[in-house]
């Protein structure tokens, strides 16, 4: 299995919306570990064309990483918690709580498109003709007929989860191993179901419990940043080490301009858990944006995310780090404008 024999115990985390590029896993894999391409927010000839340029990069396996809409999640309670009238009416309200911040960025807020499904069915037929080494899920349990379908074409299939309970349901699906994501994670939380209030047991606890509850292999991420914790997490159960945050200022990856600034910024001292940005909980550096809205945001994917994305567009544009989605994990500091093969050597030093 691709996971338990890498030639280093690191995984390059799929990182949407930028960071991730073709370069990016291809040097991650090159470097002896498994890069991952993300696939989420790309439409399937987006996704397509990402995977070709690994391809034609590297001969080593790497991973797909997608989002599940809801439509496909079978973990999450249905109907939802948040749903019908009340949703558009929580998203509308949100909406204009957003439109003077939007108004002064020269920004005109989105739509909330609840019915976007990330392109999935196209995307999933992707992995599957291009027989990608790997696919990852993350935001939900996709069935476990579509499990199979992807297994069926030679691809390992992994799911994202951040609690025992969710592990307990992805191995009900016979995947072939689990993405264990701690509270220290940079970007947004894996909960299979988006409303949930996540686990705040730290990664060593989380990869503890799922390993004594689940006999699959574990691939463990969030806020590992230096040597020592990553061997730590490897001696808590963990097959291998994800790694985003560390990798968003290496020279491959295609991290936004003013988010590579923000994460060198001694200004910013803090990362927050928020729904601000998309409605999902996601960790960033601290800023206005968070300052301002943090608690007002209802937990509703994308709709939310497709609301605030113009107003975060815009303040990329004006290099304003106060109003963009500066992810990060806890581990942000040690993040360095390195080379990749530079970031996995070091960090698996002591594995
Ligand atoms: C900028 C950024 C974007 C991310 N995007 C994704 C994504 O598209 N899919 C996914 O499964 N995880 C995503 N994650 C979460 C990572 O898979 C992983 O859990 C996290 O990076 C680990 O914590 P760390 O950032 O502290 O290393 C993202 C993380 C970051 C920092």
Redesign the pocket.
């Given at each position: 299995m691709v996971v338990t024999e890498l030639d280093v115990p690191i995984v390059g985390?799929?990182?949407?919306?930028?960071?991730?590029t073709p370069e990016l896993a291809a040097a991650v894999s090159d470097a002896g570990g498994l890069g991952?391409l993300?696939?989420?927010?790309l439409d399937a000839p987006e996704l397509h064309e990402q995977i070709a340029e690994v391809w034609s990069r590297t001969e080593r396996p790497f991973g797909v990483?997608?989002?599940v809409p809801a439509t496909a999640n079978v973990y999450a309670a249905q109907p939802r918690p948040l749903d019908g009238p009340d949703r558009a009416r929580a998203v509308g309200e949100y909406r204009e709580r957003l439109g003077p911040d939007a108004a002064r960025l020269g920004a005109e807020l989105g739509e909330a498109r609840p019915e976007d499904t990330d392109d999935w069915d196209r995307k999933i037929d992707v992995v599957i003709e291009e027989r990608v080494p790997v696919v990852?899920?993350?935001?939900g349990l996709p069935s476990a007929a579509v499990v199979h379908e992807i297994q069926r074409s030679g691809t390992e299939v992994l799911v994202?989860v951040t609690d025992v309970d969710e592990a307990r349901a992805a191995a009900t699906h016979e995947v072939d191993g689990l993405?264990v994501?701690?509270p220290?994670?940079?970007?947004?939380?894996?909960t299979l179901d988006e409303a949930k209030d996540p686990s705040t047991d730290d990664l060593i606890g989380l990869v503890e419990a799922v390993r004594a509850a689940v006999d699959l292999p574990i691939i463990a991420?969030?806020?590992?940043?230096q040597p020592q914790r990553a061997a730590q997490v490897r001696l808590a159960g963990a097959d291998a080490i994800?790694?985003?945050?560390?990798?968003?200022l290496t020279p491959e990856a295609g991290?936004h301009l003013v988010?590579r600034r923000a994460l060198g910024d001694p200004a910013f001292t803090e990362t927050a858990v928020t729904r601000v940005f998309s409605g999902r909980l996601?960790?960033s550096l601290t800023n206005d944006f968070v300052r301002a809205h943090d608690g007002h945001a209802p937990a509703a994917y994308p709709e939310v995310n497709h609301v605030a994305g113009p107003l975060r567009r815009a303040a990329a544009a004006a290099e304003d780090p106060q109003w963009f989605?500066l992810?990060?994990?806890?581990?942000?500091r040690d993040a360095r404008p390195v080379p990749t093969a530079v970031v996995v050597r070091d960090l698996a030093a002591s594995l």
């Open positions: 985390a799929p990182m949407a919306g930028g960071p991730s991952f993300a696939g989420g927010m990483n997608l989002f990852s899920f993350t935001f994202t993405c994501q701690g220290e994670a940079g970007g947004h939380r894996g991420a969030g806020g590992v940043s994800q790694v985003g945050t560390l990798l968003l991290t988010h996601a960790r989605a992810w990060a994990g806890t581990g942000w």
